[in-house]
């Protein structure tokens, strides 16, 4: 079944996030994930949005989102990420058919 990674956010280390983001699609694309959405002006239209960006991505299931995020060439560019950043990653499972 289809799961879905949602990100949210912060940004304080510009420079250093975009040399993440300009590695990012080579390491997803490797692992069979897509990029769905990568927004950083999201349209609020109920609640509070606090993050600076949002990210949503499909994998075909939770042992490929694993096996991605645990990759050694995702892990190394993550570093990167964590430095840059803070926020909060979920994962949901989408609906079946």
Do not use: C, N
């Not at 990012?24 to 999201?42: I, K």
């Amino acid at each position: 079944m289809t799961v879905y990674a949602i990100a949210q956010i912060r940004i304080h280390d510009r420079p250093t996030y975009d040399r993440y983001a300009a590695r990012f699609m080579a390491v997803l694309q490797r692992h069979g994930g897509r990029l769905l959405a990568a927004d950083e002006a999201p349209l609020v239209v109920e609640g509070e949005w606090t993050a600076d960006k949002l990210v949503l991505i499909a994998f075909a299931d939770r042992t490929a989102f694993e096996t991605w995020a645990g990759s050694p060439d995702y892990v190394e560019i993550s570093r990167d990420r964590l430095a840059a950043t803070t926020g909060t990653v979920i994962l949901a499972s989408g609906i079946g058919g």
